[in-house]
């Protein structure tokens, strides 16, 4: 969320009443989306005007700007993927909906760069590439995400492993996963139970996690040595989908991949080369045969 960002990002230049604030705000979004400005600073004992410092230090004009964000992301979480079908189903042009959701995709794919300095990602990186193993967990929508990015990582790589299962990362995390591997969750809003579990055993076990997900404070995002975000958030009023979209999730897989690409080495480019090799031996991708008249080989 992008009010948690800000203040994470100015957190050590606050004075140490407004850095109590935004650990509060950090520590309780849905009191900031429900209560008033003047209850959130009686909880904290503070002037309600320190709210609103902490509102314009983060980069808003107000603290209805500051708080909107909160509102946004508790009203998307009580809705229901049958109600929102239903809104679709209401006043919304055909047009209106596709440029809706097109909006909410573009935004997504901005989110990525805006939230992720490459410094970030390469840090990701490097430690993923220095991993003896790297398990890649994500279930519900997001396993359709962390099968494409095992299968590059695969290509690259060669040690990674697809938890297929929540209970796969037990069996992992006794077969070394856990010293100097790396776990790789990918989960959003709602977030998988037994995603989040799993994650807070690999936590528990010392495992390094690689947190991608919507939020920093994704259950997923707590004790991850790195955590990559994209917003899922944009375009709540009204929904685009009756589905959450996935055109974030994607995309920060894939710039994860590019820099393990770009850091990785003769390694990697000697492994592609061999399997590149292999698969024109083996014919294992369809093409045109010029010789016969552009008839398949």
Same mark, same amino acid.
């Given at each position: ?26 520590? &309780? ?30 980069? !808003?004009?107000?603290?209805?700007? %500051? ?10 979480? /009580? ?7 239903? +809104? ?5 042009? @055909? ?20 939230? +992720? ?18 398990? %890649?967990?994500? *279930?519900?929508?997001?396993?359709? @995400?962390?099968?494409?990015?095992? !299968?590059?990582?695969?290509?690259? @790589?060669? +040690?990674?492993?697809?938890? +297929? ?10 077969? /070394?996963?856990?010293? /100097? ?30 947190? *991608? ?9 707590? /004790? ?12 709540? $009023? ?7 979209? *996935? ?7 894939? &710039?994860? *991949? ?26 294992? !991708?369809? $093409? !045109? ?9």
């Amino acid at each position: 969320m992008e009010p948690l960002l800000r203040l994470q990002r100015i957190l050590p230049e606050l004075t140490p009443e407004l850095r109590r604030a935004a650990q509060w705000v950090e520590r &309780h979004p849905v009191e900031v989306s429900l209560w008033s400005m003047r209850k959130q600073a009686q909880e904290l004992a503070i002037a309600p005007a320190t709210m609103l410092r902490l509102a314009r230090a983060a980069g !808003y004009d107000s603290y209805a700007s %500051f708080r909107a964000p909160f509102q946004q992301a508790l009203h998307r979480n /009580g809705s229901t993927m049958a109600s929102r079908a239903q +809104n679709l189903q209401g006043s919304q042009a @055909c047009e209106q909906q596709a440029r809706a959701l097109s909006q909410q995709q573009e935004e997504a794919l901005r989110s990525v760069q805006r939230l +992720n300095p490459v410094s970030s990602l390469d840090a990701c990186a490097q430690t993923i590439l220095a991993a003896s193993k790297v398990g %890649f967990l994500g *279930l519900g929508a997001s396993f359709a @995400c962390a099968f494409q990015m095992h !299968y590059a990582y695969q290509l690259m @790589c060669g +040690n990674g492993v697809l938890l +297929n299962r929540a209970a796969d990362l037990l069996v992992e995390l006794e077969t /070394g996963l856990d010293s /100097g591997g790396v776990l790789i969750v990918i989960s959003q809003a709602p977030y998988v139970k037994a995603v989040v579990k799993s994650v807070q055993h690999a936590v528990q076990r010392g495992t390094t996690v690689v947190a *991608l997900t919507d939020s920093v404070l994704s259950p997923v995002a707590q /004790g991850a040595a790195h955590v990559l975000l994209f917003d899922s958030q944009a375009a709540t $009023q009204p929904a685009a989908s009756f589905f959450h979209s *996935l055109v974030g999730t994607v995309s920060i897989a894939e &710039h994860v *991949l590019a820099r393990i690409a770009a850091l990785g080495g003769k390694t990697v480019v000697q492994r592609l080369a061999q399997l590149e090799a292999s698969f024109q031996r083996q014919e294992i !991708y369809w $093409q !045109y045969d010029d010789s016969s008249g552009g008839h398949v080989s």
